[in-house]
């Protein structure tokens, strides 16, 4: 089996309980996919804010119990990846070297159990002819900052303290706006990664592929595009905890865990 998730937004202090409670339980889930997985993606925002600085950064310890168990299931030969998000894309090889799993840094297009799939968080990703809406054109700047290699060296020598009081408030602005004002499902026609996927499948300079999966939204999405071709969008791992498998065959669907029943295998 092959598993996908994204969205956790550990660290959040936007979070109704605190960062432990709620790190215990996305390893609950990994601990449970481990039973049968061959790969599992973790496609971005898994962490509410993620930088690596150049010194020393206490507050990573927090995060200890997950890095141990991410370093667990790549020692049983499980095959780890790591997409970065947009609260989650400032690492410079830390992540990789605290437990070995793979980090792309551009959406990854491989052969999964015989299919082809394109997998991204999905921000950025911005269908022809909207980069002039208002929002997306503010959103396309920020984004530019975020990887702006003069502004992301300058941000890795900030004290670590600083950069995080920065970091973990900007996120949580964002999630108790997201809180208060939530984006449902736009619509086929309307929403971002739908049509950037469908724009995408029909290209002729671009290759088929039979899955187009994402994070970002916190939506739980699963929808043909055409006959032989499908989007997912993740849900999220905070509020939903919905996540996505490939079963052997090439089959994805699109679940919720159910974090008090499913017994998870050490
Ligand atoms: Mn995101």
Redesign the pocket.
């Known amino acids: 089996m092959i598993y996908f998730l994204?969205?956790a937004h550990i660290g959040s202090l936007a979070m109704p309980y605190d960062v432990y409670e709620h790190q215990r339980r996305v390893i609950h889930m990994l601990n449970t996919f481990k039973k049968d997985a061959t790969a599992i993606f973790l496609v971005?925002?898994i962490f509410d804010f993620w930088y690596e600085y150049k010194w020393r950064d206490k507050s990573k310890k927090q995060y200890s119990a997950l890095m141990q168990c991410l370093r667990h299931l790549v020692k049983r030969g499980i095959s780890v990846h790591f997409l970065p998000?947009?609260?989650d894309l400032w690492t410079f090889g830390g992540l990789h070297k605290l437990t070995g799993m793979h980090v792309h840094t551009r959406p990854a297009k491989m052969e999964l159990n015989g299919k082809k799939v394109y997998i991204a968080?999905?921000?950025g990703l911005i269908p022809s002819g909207m980069e002039k809406i208002p929002q997306i054109k503010r959103f396309i700047r920020l984004s530019k900052f975020f990887h702006n290699p003069v502004a992301q060296k300058a941000f890795q020598f900030m004290p670590p303290k600083w950069g995080n009081a920065i970091g973990y408030n900007w996120a949580k602005r964002s999630r108790l706006k997201e809180l208060a004002k939530p984006c449902p499902y736009k619509g086929e026609d309307r929403e971002e990664l739908v049509l950037y996927s469908k724009e995408y499948e029909a290209d002729p300079k671009h290759h088929h592929h039979d899955y187009y999966i994402y994070?970002?939204?916190?939506i739980a999405l699963d929808l043909p595009i055409t006959s032989d071709s499908r989007v997912i969008i993740l849900g999220d791992c905070f509020q939903q905890y919905t996540y996505a498998r490939m079963d052997e065959k090439g089959e994805v669907t699109l679940n919720h865990f159910d974090l008090w029943n499913e017994e998870p295998n050490n």
């Open positions: 994204s969205d971005g925002d998000g947009n609260h968080h999905g921000d994070g970002h939204r916190h």
